[in-house]
Antibody, heavy 123, light 109 residues
């Protein structure tokens, strides 16, 4: 059974770079059927899509975050990563990684999620 | 860019039927997917595509779409269905961009 697990620092200082990794187990990140995404949720607020990556390295970012976001994939480790630069308190959130189904017929969905990791931006 | 609009809160009596809606221009072209989130837990996919349920999701959950509105219907709501529900779809630009609705808090009375 495929599982995703986020890891990384729970506290980041303002203006620094937030770095998280999602480890995929029970399946290959190199499957041509899936994308891999990051989603976040500030405390008490809704979900926000950050971006997604294909195993080949093609990336897609939320336009509102694009200037600060980098998502990369390491197929040898079965991992993908998120970097968010110049963070502020507004970036405090639970960060989720998820597997994304996306087909030409529009069957899009985030079908498997990690448990999420809380990241606080504070000095 | 694109926006998806949901009612912030909806309530339903135990055992009754409730419809949660999601409005947005992109829904004229693309399907919505729906997620259930309970406090302190990760979201769970409940409906995707035209009306597809992942394995393990009860058949009281169904999806539909008309024009710019996608709907999630719970037929015979149970106490355990009380949760936040989010819709998600593609951006209307047609690129591989995704957008979430603001979420609907469902209360089962």
């Amino acid at each position: 059974q495929l599982q995703l697990q986020e890891s990384g620092p729970g506290l980041v200082k303002p203006s620094e770079t937030l770095s998280l990794t999602c480890t995929v187990s029970g399946g290959s990140i190199s499957s041509s059927s899936y994308y891999w995404g990051w989603i976040r949720q500030p405390p008490g607020k809704g979900l926000e899509w950050i971006g997604s990556i294909y195993y080949s390295g093609s990336t897609y970012y939320n336009p509102s975050l694009k200037s600060r976001v980098t998502i990369s994939v390491d197929t040898s480790k079965n991992q993908f990563s998120l970097k968010l630069s110049s963070v502020t308190a507004a970036d405090t959130a639970v960060y989720y990684c998820a597997r994304e189904v996306s087909t030409v017929t529009g069957l899009d969905a985030f079908d498997i999620w990690g448990q999420g990791t809380m990241v606080t931006v504070s000095s | 860019s694109s926006e998806l609009t949901q009612d912030p809160a909806v309530s339903v009596a135990l055992g009754q039927t409730v419809r949660i809606t999601c409005q947005g221009d992109s829904l004229r072209s693309y399907y919505a997917s729906w997620y259930q989130q309970k406090p302190g837990q990760a979201p769970v996919l409940v409906i995707y595509g035209k009306n597809n349920r992942p394995s393990g999701i009860p058949d009281r959950f169904s999806g539909s779409s008309s024009g710019n509105t996608a709907s999630l219907t719970i037929t015979g709501a149970q106490a355990e269905d009380e949760a936040d529900y989010y819709c998600n779809s593609r951006d209307s630009s047609g690129n591989h961009l995704r957008v979430f609705g603001g979420g609907t808090k469902l209360t089962v009375l």
